[in-house]
């Protein structure tokens, strides 16, 4: 029997003696119907002195008694005191819609997102009967904040995550724009905005006055300087350079009798040394085990330094000044912060890159992570590959993910009766925290499938046959798929596609490219001819192919009656 999940939907209160009850029995009747492979709790957190707990009480909910420190302590108190393995947060006054709490749950529940967001300002979301003026304060507020948090409504207060993104973060209720907190300090991979039509509180006064907005600008000031503080102390490092820079030159000119040119070489080199140190013991202190040959990191240093002072700061300042007109002074402000965030970019990326985020292949999170947050290339092959089987797989039915690892691209064909095979199980049990209903993920190899027969609707063999160590492997393989795989059920194979100079090409660069991955494991390479004929000798009939960019093959076969070669 499958254990059922616990939803804490955390209430945070004060005076909402008119309004309580109808939030409570909307949450009730919104999540009821997923009973019982869901469980809810509903946390009350009250501040107030009405009868807002009693009432709380009489409709089932926890009541805890707050401490009377806002709005933000009240959230982190229900946090805390929350049994859930999946934490919503919303108001109490009726502006957070309950009927949305499904669509605010699915993601997290059957594609394992580790955080969603109500939001006005995606498609469907709206802002109810809102004033102009509360329109335009609440789109401009949050046209800002998105180009810090890169979420379109960072300001609803409306969201839900999973317990695990916030172990071991220290949450400060500073103010009551908690998601904040979570979204910049959890350990978030990925989220997603939910649309949301946000309304007007039902009874009582709004308790957003004058003293919480302060309280929340202040709290938003210090998120701001937590999350970009690695920057921030990279550009006071660059200030003290400046200081030993000018310092110098000013000395072994005027006092040392040196030519200003050697003054100035040397003075650079100082000054460069002495960012390269204090960014490496202070900075990135964290990140020191990745520079672990402090010379060849000095040297690098010295080159990033220099490409974005002479290779950037120099031809743009000369662009601005002579190109268009702008005064030589602002023309180098402009191309100084330029510099700067080069430099910073380059630093962070490449000299102090953080051990932590150099995954390899049998990283449980390997395929999770390069499907959300890998290279460019990476996510854009990954997101190609998942779409083509999703469009030929279609109504995939109960289905088999053979291969699967930790990757989210099965769940987009189907999430409501998958089950994800493996023979690594720290990728399985990884998968397995991720709590997704109507997913199971089983230890096990394609070479002895422990199904019974015509278990499954559809199979995804999906970048794994070319793992398996020789052609009488790939023979076993298909026998097994065939015998769990229904009568006209659908097998589809995902392969690179070595008939192709892209093909071909495209493994080279992988292995040279993104070393610690699979590209050393490709044992057995196809052609779009042999896989149809190896498929066909099995009784598997093609059905349609897709061919992204050349490189890799897709093919949709069909599982017949009687062994055939296909061919097309």
């Known amino acids: 029997m499958v254990k059922p999940t616990l939803v804490s939907v955390i209430l945070p209160t004060y005076n909402e003696e008119k309004n ?5 029995r909307g949450i009730w009747d919104a999540l009821l119907p997923y009973a019982p492979e869901l469980k809810c709790e509903v946390v009350v957190v009250d501040d107030g002195d009405d009868k807002t707990s009693a009432i709380a009480l009489s409709m089932g909910a926890r009541v805890k008694k707050g401490e009377r420190q806002g709005l933000g302590q009240a959230i982190i108190d229900g946090i805390r005191i929350a049994s859930g393995d999946i934490v919503v947060v ?3 006054d009726g502006s957070h ?3 949305a709490l499904p669509d605010m749950l699915k993601p997290i529940l059957w594609q394992g997102v580790d955080m969603t967001i109500g939001s006005r300002y995606v498609k ?4 109810g009967d809102w004033s102009l003026g509360s329109r335009v304060k609440s789109i401009v507020g949050a046209g800002l904040m998105s180009l810090v948090t890169g979420v379109k409504d960072s300001n609803s207060g409306y969201f839900a995550f999973r317990r695990e993104v916030i172990e071991g973060v220290e949450l400060r209720p500073s103010s009551w724009k908690i998601m904040l907190e979570v979204l910049f300090k959890g350990h978030i991979t990925v989220r997603r905005e939910v649309p949301i039509t946000f309304g ?16 929340h600008a202040k709290h938003l000031i210090g998120l701001l300087a937590w999350k970009f503080r690695r920057f921030i102390q990279f550009t006071l490092v660059g200030g003290t350079g400046n200081i030993w820079h000018y310092g110098l030159l000013w000395a072994l000119t005027e006092y040392a009798g040196l030519w200003y040119g050697f003054s100035l070489v040397i003075a650079i080199f100082v000054a460069m040394t002495n960012n390269y140190l204090i960014n490496h013991y202070w900075t990135f202190r964290g990140e020191r085990e990745a520079n672990k040959n402090l010379l060849l990191g000095w040297v690098k240093f010295i080159g990033n330094s220099a490409i974005g002072d002479y290779g950037i700061a120099l031809p743009l300042t000369i662009g601005l000044a002579s190109g268009l007109g702008v005064w030589y002074m602002l023309a180098s402000a402009f191309a100084s ?3 700067l965030f080069f430099k910073y970019f380059v630093s962070k990326n490449w000299i102090w890159k953080s051990a932590g985020k150099k995954r390899k292949a049998h990283d449980p999170d390997y395929e999770w992570v390069s499907f959300y947050h890998g290279l460019p290339w990476q996510k854009i092959w990954k997101h190609t590959i998942a779409n083509a089987v999703k469009k030929l797989a279609g109504d995939a039915g109960r ?5 699967s690892g930790s990757s989210p691209a099965g769940l987009l064909v189907n999430h409501a009766d998958y089950v994800g095979l493996d023979s690594d199980r720290g990728k399985m049990a990884f998968m397995k925290k991720k709590i997704m209903q109507g997913a199971q993920y089983d230890t096990g190899s394609v070479l002895s499938l422990h199904y019974p027969d015509d278990s499954f609707d559809t199979v995804l063999f999906v970048e794994t046959i070319e793992h398996l160590r020789h052609s009488g492997d790939v023979q076993r393989a298909l026998v097994g798929i065939r015998r769990v795989l229904k009568h006209g059920g659908t097998l589809i194979v995902a392969t690179p596609n070595y008939g192709s100079f892209m093909g071909r090409m495209q493994d080279k660069l992988y292995g040279i490219f993104q070393r610690g991955a699979y590209a050393d494991e490709h044992k057995v390479k196809f052609t779009p001819e042999i896989l149809k004929e190896t498929c ?3 009784g598997f009939v093609f059905v349609d192919s897709i061919i992204p960019m050349g490189s890799d093959m897709v093919m949709k076969f069909r599982k017949g009656w009687k062994v055939e070669i296909s061919g097309k």
Not at 20 to 24: A, D, E, G, N
Not at 399 to 403: R, S
């Open 200 to 215: 007007e509180r039902w009874n009582g006064e709004s308790k957003n006055n004058i003293r919480e907005r302060i309280r």
């Open 20 to 24: 309580i009850k109808r939030v409570i």
């Open 97 to 99: 819609p309950a009927s």
């Open 536 to 538: 066909g000798y099995h």
């Open 399 to 403: 289905t088999l993910d053979i291969g």
């Open 124 to 127: 469907g979301g709206g802002l």
């Open 337 to 339: 912060v330029a510099a």
């Open 90 to 92: 919303m108001d109490a």
